[in-house]
Nanobody
Framework: VRLGASGGGLVQPGGSLRLSCVAS????????MSWYRQTPGKERELVAA????????NYADSVKGRFTISRDNNKNTVSLQMNNLKPEDTAVYYC????????????WGQGTQVTVSS
């Protein structure tokens, strides 16, 4: 299983970023995909998750209305569109693959840093 995340960077408050994760080594459409984030000294937390079919999504309350998770099962990719970013969104973001959108992933990719600062 390989998960390669990209798209992080530095953005001003109110700005947007789009994270992408390319998957390989497993049957992508059979796995729920998710994005988690982590800041120093804190546990990794769910940001958003999407079911294998793409029909069911689960979002953290803190990002509802600002972030959108999507997947393309033909390209084995999952994306996270992040709008109206806030300083508190600053974290290392990780993509994951697992059996349920309501449980932590079984497999993790490497993180990508997102920094929201003026």
């Amino acid at each position: 299983v390989r998960l390669g995340a990209s798209g992080g960077g530095l953005v001003q408050p109110g700005g947007s970023l789009r994270l992408s994760c390319v998957a390989s080594g497993f049957t992508f459409s059979r796995f729920a995909m998710s994005w988690y984030r982590q800041t120093p000294g804190k546990e990794r937390e769910l940001v958003a998750a999407v079911s294998g079919s793409g029909l069911i999504r689960n979002y953290a309350d803190s990002v509802k209305g600002r972030f959108t998770i999507s997947r393309d099962n033909n390209k084995n990719t999952v994306s996270l569109q992040m709008n109206n970013l806030k300083p508190e969104d600053t974290a290392v973001y990780y993509c994951g693959a697992g059996s349920s959108i309501y449980r932590p992933p079984d497999y993790w990719g490497q993180g990508t840093q997102v920094t929201v600062s003026s």
